[in-house]
């Protein structure tokens, strides 16, 4: 085994494989595998193999898409052999209207991935597979392009190729520690010897958390059992001229495919799911599986046996029961690893044959510093240990059950909550709000009342609407205040700190103390990495403010260019709680807590300094997301309650009303307001997302040269402001697809129902050319075809009246 490498990747299954060989494709083939067993022998080897292009996430969507062009022409291509992907279709079987909403949804995203999809009838399915009972359904989805293919065979096509490049693999060689160097380089402990690496990428799939530990890092994943049973042959099924559909049921919980002349049934039992191992693996573990516990499975498979009726005539000749890690969203780990430098995670797959072209995804990130795609859903970082061992095992349990239960907007479900919270949380439970989580982070959606207490799950409005737009009338009309707590906050001080930041921010900082500016960091190679709101204190004191979501990568990316400037850097996340005092009275309100000057002359927008309300130090901010004047009180958690009480008293007689998420997006929406993660992501810069305003190109900051190219090359995407001119009860929740007179022309990035100005309103990336205001466009949502048409300026308040005053 070599001494040195570029990269030692550990664990040889489909992701660890993928990523080898898609190393070589990017130029790096000083590679090397070490697995502890041989190549496939964790989950790889006993997987069903399923590649379904039905996916809810974009992103997974764009590489599910990519794996099976990967493994059925790419793969062929290269070697020269004959292709082992089984393209046999899919269908997909709902039973409830509202399924049938979310099949629309879906549809509507795979338009922009380049996936066949569309529904079929009973009789077009019944002919497509006429092995199945589909009299009770009430909508079938067809996917002809999707199949199934043998795990081992691709994994090991791909080892050869990755080693005719250069790549080496080490099997039946455990690594036992990992030593971090002095030269920021890694020292990997195995049985066979040591090797140094610059990179190290844990793909150790169920053994990937005690991989972490050799470098005190953390991977939030669990693993659980799931079984699939092969049957006996049948003569019906020998006597097909075409192999049976992949075929899953929502009702049974099941995939259902051919395997031979028989059936291979894989259910994921919706109640009675097991953990195994949840404190590590014995290192011994590999090729192993446990006894079938089809007892666990009987009240799907009885399902099965109602829908298949010839499974009823079958015996069972082999029961597949192996560990698949679940993570607790249920999707992957791909990234940097928090408070390390090219350290990678690539793991937590529950369907990581499908997902194997990840390693494309990664390879880039690797080599390029930026990928092809938005990774924020699939980022390691999006956790952090907060999401402890009864947080994962609650949630993967809850993924695992719930991994053919139907999708909805406003689900809201309670499995492992709450374990991030507002010091108002409590309070504001108790006069009603309905919480939603981000990152783990409880926030307030909305305010149940005491005719609605909760909402039926829907693609539409729900009985929350009219509440929602009760909120958006008190703040527009009088004052809202709404918890902010779940925002990320960073203090950056030192003799450098203007030049550090300067150097990240693609706009020019604020000139003046305590003066508010909104910027953008961007990668190299010109990716929007975070969306950042400055607060100059002086020049060597900043505060920064982001999403939530990304509060561990954006701390991250400070860390990791300040090497040569002197500064510190703060994160006051959890330390800092705050509300947003918003709308016409809340300068009134506001004024009766404080002796600060709040005038517009004293306190004017984008200033921020501190003041005292009651006996506390807050810092104030005169912005508010929501269009309206107002200022954000920021301050520690402790002092939270006694403000918000206080500002509740005082603005009671001033009609001051708690408002939540849902009312704040809306407002937002209507300001032409863009947000990270929705219309700033990885793979587009400031350019495309039409926030020139805040790009200074006569400076260099990081990527500033590509951005310059993409400027000059001409841009191929450009956000688009959408206004609706139907009135269809329902929203585009971002991903479905816009037409320009029947042509496809972009992605929608996401929407929502202004209550200000009575009508629907998106962001959407298009074609530059269909950008022009006025242009009429046409969005596949999940109750039908909507109509609408592009707008440049802002639906409410053009020119900032409210906001100046």
């Known amino acids: ?14 992701l660890g494989v993928n990523l080898m060989y898609h190393l070589c494709e990017e130029g790096w083939s000083d590679v090397l595998l070490i697995e502890k067993g041989e190549l496939t022998s964790g989950s790889t080897w006993h997987a069903a193999g399923l590649c379904p292009n039905f996916n809810g996430n974009h992103t997974l969507s764009k590489i599910h898409e990519y794996t099976i062009k990967l493994y059925d022409e790419i793969l062929p291509k290269k070697t020269g052999l004959e292709s082992s992907f089984h393209k046999t279709g899919s269908l997909r079987v709902g039973y409830t209207e509202t399924e049938e909403q979310w099949f629309r949804n879906v549809i509507s995203k795979s338009n922009h991935i380049g996936c066949s999809m569309y529904f079929v009838s009973k009789k077009e399915a019944s002919i497509i597979n006429p092995l199945m009972n589909f009299d009770n359904a009430r909508c079938i989805l067809y996917t002809p392009n999707d199949g199934h293919v043998d795990p081992t065979t691709v994994v090991t096509q791909l080892a050869q190729l990755a080693k005719k490049d250069g790549a080496e693999i080490s099997t039946f060689n455990r690594v036992t520690d990992i030593n971090v160097l002095s030269t920021g380089e890694y020292e990997v402990v195995t049985e066979s010897g040591n090797v140094v690496a610059q990179h190290v990428v844990n793909a150790a799939g169920c053994f990937s958390p005690q991989v972490a ?42 995939y259902i495919r051919q395997e031979g002349n028989g059936l291979l049934i894989g259910p994921y039992e919706t109640r009675g799911s097991k953990p195994w191992a949840i404190n590590g693996l014995d290192w011994s573990f590999d090729r192993e599986l446990f006894e079938g516990d089809l007892g666990r499975l009987m009240p799907w498979l009885e399902r099965c046996m109602d829908i298949v009726p010839l499974f009823k005539e079958v015996g069972i000749s082999t029961v597949i029961n192996g560990l698949i890690t679940h993570t607790p969203d249920d999707n992957l780990l791909v990234g940097p690893v928090k408070d390390l430098r090219n350290f990678w995670n690539l793991c937590g797959a529950s369907i ?24 924020a859903s699939l980022d390691s970082r999006r956790f952090d ?38 010091a ?85 900082l604020p000139s003046q103390d305590d003066r508010i500016g909104l910027t953008l960091f961007h990668a190299k190679n010109g990716g929007i990495m975070a969306e950042q709101t400055i607060s100059r204190i002086n020049k060597n004191e900043f505060i920064l403010m982001g999403a939530i979501s990304s509060q561990v990568k954006d701390y991250q990316w400070l860390e990791w260019h300040s090497d040569e400037y002197d500064v510190t850097i703060e994160d006051l996340t959890e330390e800092w709680g705050g509300v947003l005092l918003t709308g016409p009275n ?58 918000y009480e206080s500002l509740m ?55 500033s040269d590509n951005i310059r190219k993409r400027q000059s090359n001409g841009l191929v995407i450009q956000l688009a402001y959408l206004v609706f001119d139907d009135h269809l009860p329902a929203e585009c929740f971002g991903n479905e697809a816009v037409f320009h007179n029947g042509e496809l022309s972009g992605i929608i990035t996401g929407g929502a129902y202004g209550h200000r100005v009575g009508h629907s309103i998106a962001f959407a990336y298009l074609k530059p050319e269909h950008c022009k205001h006025g242009t009429e466009l046409t969005v596949e949502a999940s109750i039908g075809t909507r109509k609408c048409h592009v707008s440049v300026n802002a639906a409410y308040d053009i020119d900032n009246t409210k906001l100046r005053i």
């Open 424 to 508: 108002l949380h409590t309070l504001l439970a108790q006069k009603g709000a309905v919480h939603v989580v981000n990152t783990g982070f409880e926030k307030p959606a909305w305010f149940a009342t005491s005719e609605v207490r909760e909402e039926t799950q829907t693609w539409g409005h729900s009985e929350a609407h009219e509440i929602v737009a009760n909120e958006c009338k008190a703040v527009e009309e009088f004052c809202g205040i709404t918890d902010i707590s779940g925002t990320a906050k960073f203090r950056i001080t030192g003799k450098d700190a203007y030049s550090f930041i300067d150097n990240l921010s693609c706009n020019k």
């Open 213 to 254: 530990e050799m470098v005190n890092s953390y991977v939030p994943l669990v693993n659980l059992q799931h079984q699939y049973l092969i049957t006996e042959n049948h003569p019906e099924i020998e006597k097909l001229s075409k192999e049976l559909p992949v075929t899953r049921d929502s009702i049974a919980a099941s």
């Open 586 to 643: 809340s300068r009134k309100i506001l004024s009766q807590c404080t002796t600060e000057d709040l005038s517009n002359d004293s306190f004017p927008w984008l200033s921020c300094r501190t003041i005292k309300i009651d006996s506390a130090e807050i810092f104030a901010m005169r912005v508010s997301y929501a269009g309206e004047l107002g200022w954000e009180l920021h301050m520690p958690s402790w002092q939270l309650i006694s403000i």
């Open 385 to 422: 240990r907060w999401a402890d061992q009864k947080y994962c095992i609650t949630r993967a349990i809850e993924s695992y059950e719930r991994m053919y239960a139907m999708a909805v907007p406003n689900e809201n479900r309670p499995h492992g909550r709450p374990i991030r919270v507002s």
């Open 649 to 703: 008293d005082i603005g009671s007689d001033l009609g001051l009303k708690d408002f939540g998420g849902q009312a704040f997006n809306s407002m937002r929406m209507e300001k032409m307001y863009r947000a990270y993660g929705n219309e700033f992501t990885e793979e587009i810069s400031a350019l495309e997302a039409g926030m020139g305003r805040f790009l200074d190109l006569e400076r260099n900051f990081i990527g």
């Open 352 to 375: 990581g044959i499908a997902q194997g072209g990840i390693g494309k995804y990664l390879a880039q990130w690797m080599v390029h510093d930026q990928t092809d795609l938005n990774m």
């Open 1 to 14: 085994m070599k001494t040195h490498a570029r990269v030692v990747i550990i664990g040889g299954g489909s």
